[in-house]
């Protein structure tokens, strides 16, 4: 379940040429941590009683996270990294000094973490799976159980089957003009640009947007080609996307919100992706 990794030294060589990608946002794409709600009450609990990570340390921390973890999985160059590419670019957007970017970059490249994928059994038989970076799969392993259990939840195999790893592109309501973009409309976009899928649904502070769904391989091209037909991309990331859900009580719904919000809050936790309907 996890994976190791062994990476070369960031070079001084490498950090001119990454802060020079840095300063230049315009050859960047846009990551962004938020999680739709769409239009089920599911979505509304979990923006309610989830994981904010609202303060300031709390989010670098959690963005130095992922810039390890990105750095693990494909290299510290970005521009060979698109994920890290995302990341920066989030990075930046949230203010995070230069110096704990690169430092994050740099411990992924130097640290003994591991990453892993749990998968578990959630309230309701719902499917969870969550991503750790750790330097001590042990302790993970403990916590991590020890949270399931106390919200009726518990590791069990078979979680990953009812996902797919996506792209994810997030994409505003008005084009490049400032025209309003229907989901007709949209739909023959993302035909043109490729993606296998397109979704209207509402961000975390309920404002609507367009969600275009592509394999993992053609994320940073169908991006691209969306840009290039006129509209105006918002992130861009890799998800993993149910492709089976599941129904909850209100009860089981509180505490799948209850579980979420806790596993937001250990320190070893990347992501977690549940696929309650």
Same mark, same amino acid.
């Given at each position: 379940?996890s994976?190791?990794?062994?990476?070369t030294?960031?070079n001084?060589l490498?950090?001119?040429?990454l802060?020079?990608?840095?300063?230049?946002?315009? =050859?960047t794409i846009?990551? $962004?941590c938020s999680?739709f709600a769409g239009?089920?009450?599911w $979505?509304?609990?979990?923006?309610v009683?989830?994981?904010?990570d609202?303060?300031r340390?709390?989010a670098f921390?959690?963005?130095s996270?992922? !810039?390890?973890?990105?750095?693990?999985e494909?290299?510290?160059?970005?521009?060979?990294?698109?994920?890290?590419a995302n !990341? !920066?670019?989030? =990075?930046? $957007?949230r203010?995070?000094?230069?110096?704990s970017?690169?430092?994050? #970059?740099?411990?992924?490249?130097?640290?003994?973490? $591991?990453?892993?994928?749990?998968?578990?059994?959630?309230p309701?038989?719902?499917?969870?799976? #969550?991503? #750790? +970076?750790?330097?001590?799969?042990?302790r993970s392993?403990?916590? &991590?159980r020890?949270?399931?259990?106390?919200?009726?939840?518990?590791?069990?195999d078979?979680a990953?089957?009812?996902?797919?790893?996506?792209?994810?592109i997030?994409?505003n309501?008005?084009?490049?003009?400032?025209n309003?973009?229907?989901?007709e409309?949209a739909?023959?976009?993302a &035909?043109?640009?490729?993606?296998?899928?397109?979704?209207?649904e509402?961000?975390?502070d309920?404002?609507?947007m367009?969600?275009?769904i592509?394999s993992?391989?053609?994320l940073?091209q169908?991006?691209?080609k969306?840009?290039?037909?006129g509209?105006c991309?918002?992130s861009a990331?890799?998800e993993?996307?149910?492709? !089976?859900?599941t129904?909850?009580s209100?009860?089981?719904?509180?505490?799948a919100?209850?579980?979420?919000?806790? +596993?937001?809050d =250990?320190?070893?936790v990347v992501?977690?992706?549940?696929? #309650?309907?």
């Amino acid at each position: 379940m996890s994976v190791g990794f062994t990476l070369t030294r960031v070079n001084a060589l490498f950090r001119q040429h990454l802060w020079t990608f840095l300063d230049h946002p315009s =050859c960047t794409i846009h990551a $962004s941590c938020s999680v739709f709600a769409g239009h089920n009450k599911w $979505s509304k609990v979990k923006h309610v009683k989830g994981p904010k990570d609202t303060a300031r340390s709390r989010a670098f921390q959690k963005l130095s996270m992922m !810039i390890r973890l990105a750095v693990k999985e494909g290299g510290p160059n970005p521009e060979f990294n698109s994920n890290l590419a995302n !990341i !920066i670019e989030q =990075c930046r $957007s949230r203010n995070m000094p230069k110096a704990s970017i690169e430092g994050a #970059i740099a411990g992924g490249d130097r640290t003994k973490s $591991s990453y892993l994928l749990y998968e578990a059994r959630g309230p309701g038989g719902s499917s969870f799976l #969550i991503e #750790i +970076l750790t330097d001590n799969t042990k302790r993970s392993f403990h916590d &991590i159980r020890r949270l399931l259990s106390q919200y009726g939840a518990a590791l069990a195999d078979g979680a990953r089957h009812n996902f797919e790893k996506k792209g994810i592109i997030v994409v505003n309501m008005k084009d490049q003009s400032g025209n309003s973009v229907s989901l007709e409309r949209a739909l023959e976009l993302a &035909i043109e640009a490729g993606a296998e899928d397109v979704q209207e649904e509402e961000d975390e502070d309920e404002k609507m947007m367009l969600k275009f769904i592509c394999s993992v391989p053609t994320l940073r091209q169908v991006r691209e080609k969306l840009n290039a037909v006129g509209l105006c991309s918002h992130s861009a990331s890799l998800e993993f996307v149910p492709t !089976i859900t599941t129904q909850l009580s209100d009860e089981e719904m509180d505490r799948a919100a209850q579980l979420l919000q806790a +596993l937001g809050d =250990c320190l070893d936790v990347v992501q977690v992706y549940d696929n #309650i309907a």
